[in-house]
Each structure stands twice: as structure tokens, then as C-alpha cells.
């Protein structure tokens, strides 16, 4: 059965240092997601990208995140300049074109830990 | 807004006892309705699904979930509980748009088992 990958599982950041999370959704899916989930808490939405470009962005996603789409396979999460609240599960989602019975699959996440 | 609560943060069952967890969720004709379950440290999976049709919904681990519409509520059920469905649950709620689906969390109920 197709997933979504991340990699990679758990990554340590000194604070102040950018960050990449990468995934590699569905084949065939068009629309990608970020979503983050702090330890202990609900799982928030950050962002969703279609067409190479930003749908919906959270107020979370500030200036120090962006997403990219840097080939065909890949959808990356870069923090910029990383603080110790950025410490959290960061899962990556894809879905097929909306309007119909469509579901968002995720990844099992990358654990990010700032210190 | 969209929104989905989970009125019980925290349930204590014994194994083999019968389970439900509540969900309610705000906004939407047509509700597109999901529960995860969470493993500590681990990602999220999903247990079942609600589009359309039959209200009963059966999932993956001998859960199932019934919608009701009336109610705004789509709770998790199962008969017997394992000491291994002790876990975090998720209900989450699909928010359609033309360009994208936003998942929408509840905050989660934490399922602790006494064997």
C-alpha cells in the first residue's frame, strides 16, 4: 500500500540552526500538508501546498517556516532559525485532488528536539 | 469556525471492558469524520472513516463508530478492550475547500487500560 515517508525520524537541533524536514508523499496525490503536534498536545495544522503554491497557512506558519517542492517526489518543511517551541512531532500529509470521498494520509512523523 | 472536541481527556478502563470515547465536532453539511490512534512516540494511525452511507462504521482493531447527525457526534466504540489499545485517540474532522482538505484535531483522549 502507497505511504507517506519522512525522513528522518528524529532529528537534534541546536537553537538558531535551520532545519529541513523532508517527505515524500503519495505518487499520485497533488495536495501536501504540515502539521505539527507539540509533546502532549492536539495535532495543529500548519500548512497545506497545491500547484507549488501555499493554499492555507496557519498562524503558527510564521516567517521562519517555509515549504518547498523541490522536484517531482519531494515536499520539504524548512525552520530557518530554530527556537526551543519549535521542539515537537512534525508530520507531513498528501491527498488526491479534493471533491470527492478523499482522505489526508500521513507520514509517522519526524520528532524534532531543539536544545 | 470548524472545530472538534473531545469532551474526556483522560479514560481508565479495565481490559475487557466495553469502551466509548465521545467526539463532537461543529460546522458542515456533509461532516467527512476520522479517528486516529497514536502509540507514545509514535505517528498517528487511522483506526476508521466516515464519508457517507451507513452511520455504523466498522474500523481496523475491532473499533467502530456510529454518526449522528442530530447529535454532532461520531463516537468511538469497542466491546472488549486489550491492554494494548491503551493509547492516545484522536478525532479529526475534514474540512473541505475548493483547492484543499484542512484535518481538523480534537485535543484527544488519553485511554489508559488496568489489566
Known amino acids: 500500500e502507497p505511504e507517506v515517508t519522512q525522513t528522518p525520524s528524529h532529528q537534534v537541533t541546536q537553537m538558531g540552526q535551520e532545519v529541513i524536514l523532508r517527505c515524500v508523499p503519495i505518487?499520485?496525490?497533488?495536495?501536501f500538508y504540515w502539521y505539527r503536534q507539540i509533546l502532549g498536545q492536539k495535532v495543529e495544522f500548519l500548512v497545506s501546498?497545491?500547484?507549488?503554491?501555499?493554499?492555507?497557512k496557519s498562524e503558527i506558519f510564521d516567517d521562519q517556516f517555509s515549504v518547498e517542492r523541490p522536484d517531482g517526489s519531494n515536499f520539504t518543511l524548512k525552520i530557518r532559525s530554530t527556537k526551543l517551541e519549535d521542539s515537537a512531532m512534525y508530520f507531513c500529509?498528501?491527498?488526491?485532488?479534493?471533491?470527492?470521498?478523499?482522505?489526508?494520509?500521513f507520514g509517522q512523523g519526524t520528532r524534532l528536539t531543539v536544545v | 469556525a470548524q472545530s472538534v472536541t473531545q469532551p474526556d481527556i483522560h479514560i481508565t478502563v479495565s481490559e475487557g471492558a466495553s469502551l466509548e470515547l465521545r467526539c463532537n465536532y461543529s460546522?458542515?453539511?456533509?461532516?467527512?469524520l476520522f479517528w486516529y490512534v497514536q502509540s507514545p512516540g509514535q505517528g498517528l494511525q487511522l483506526l476508521l472513516k466516515?464519508?457517507?452511507?451507513?452511520?455504523l462504521v466498522q474500523g481496523i482493531k475491532g473499533f467502530e463508530a456510529e454518526f449522528k447527525r442530530s447529535q454532532s457526534s461520531f463516537n468511538l466504540r469497542k466491546p472488549s478492550v486489550h491492554w494494548s489499545d491503551a493509547a492516545e485517540y484522536f478525532c479529526?474532522?475534514?474540512?473541505?475547500?475548493?483547492?484543499?482538505?484542512?484535518?481538523?484535531f480534537g485535543p484527544g483522549t488519553s485511554l489508559s487500560v488496568i489489566p
Open positions: 500529509a498528501s491527498s488526491q485532488p479534493t471533491g470527492g470521498n478523499t482522505e489526508a494520509f
Open positions: 505518487s499520485n496525490h497533488l495536495y
Open positions: 501546498f497545491y500547484n507549488n503554491e501555499i493554499s492555507e
Open positions: 460546522y458542515g453539511a456533509t461532516p467527512y
Open positions: 466516515y464519508f457517507s452511507g451507513d452511520t
Open positions: 479529526a474532522y475534514l474540512y473541505k475547500k475548493t483547492s484543499y482538505d484542512k484535518v481538523i
